[in-house]
């Protein structure tokens, strides 16, 4: 607006740059309103057909990627759900599918509002009894499912994609949760770094918290490629030798199946 002051946004300096860990962010996104909407508009366009069944598929490039947008408000829940429902009109073929994503999306803002409602449910157990549950310590095995180097597959291409992009994928999020706190036993609360902070999973990528209140990335191995997800199977394991190099985890750490 003219002749209104205004600061320049790169003064604000919320890039990272010492170290400059979001070089995997820029590579997957652009930011702001007009991204969002370009964004949505190829995804009604191009990719919402089949989406009823590719958005399960890890391996396919199947889901809105609109999260990150909708987010930080760049874009609005209303927005998406007039722009499908026009897009359902005038295409009647894709209804289905739309009626899939639009289910999503009531999905996620019944959490978003779950977690207005309930503003500590992301510190505490929603069902109490959970609260004695007798999880383990296991610094090493954390550390290592943490850093995407468990040796099983899918788990850790899961984690470096979010190391790489800041997103992970619906289905494999849930896997990797559930290797967690289903496999290594480890209370979902103490994914935290060495000194015991949180380690942060809600922000765009793996960061730890350090001593001057500051946020520094955790160091990561390279991306695992997508064809390591394509040829993983959901009932494959990794011999526990194969588990035992380069710090993932050894025979004592391995989780049970």
């Known amino acids: ?15 990272p740059a010492r170290p400059d860990w979001a070089g995997g962010l820029r590579e997957t996104w652009i930011p702001g309103e007009a991204a969002a909407q370009a964004r ?45 429902r026009f897009t359902a009109a005038e295409h009647p073929r894709s209804a289905g599918d739309i009626d899939k994503f639009l289910s999503e999306l009531g999905w996620r803002e019944f959490f978003r509002h779950l977690l207005f409602d309930v503003p500590d449910l992301a510190d505490r ?14 610094a090493r095995a954390l550390k290592a499912w943490q850093r995407g180097l468990t040796g099983y597959p899918i788990v850790d291409a899961g984690m470096r994609e979010l190391w790489h992009t800041g997103v992970m994928h619906n289905r494999v999020r849930m896997v990797v949760a559930s290797f967690l706190v289903k496999h290594l036993l ?28 500051s946020r520094a990335p955790a160091p990561m191995p390279r991306p ?15 011999p526990t030798a194969a588990m035992s190099s380069a710090g993932c985890l050894n025979s004592r750490s391995s989780p049970t199946t």
């Open 125 to 138: 157990n929603l069902q109490q009894h959970f609260d004695a549950f007798p999880w383990k310590r296991d």
């Open 40 to 84: 949505l508009n190829a995804f009604l366009d191009e990719g919402i057909g089949g989406y009823s069944d590719d958005r399960d598929r890890p391996d396919r490039d199947g889901t809105s990627r609109l999260s990150p947008h909708l987010r930080f408000g760049e874009i609005s829940p209303r927005q998406l759900w007039h722009a499908a």
């Open 224 to 238: 695992i490629s997508a064809s390591s997800i394509r040829s993983c199977r959901a009932r494959s394991l990794i």
């Open 186 to 213: 480890i209370d979902w609360r103490a994914a935290s770094n060495g000194s015991g902070t949180r380690w942060s999973m809600p922000m765009p990528a793996p960061i730890r918290r350090t001593g001057n209140g």
């Open 1 to 15: 607006m003219r002749g209104v002051a205004s600061e320049a946004l790169d003064d604000w300096r919320l890039e």
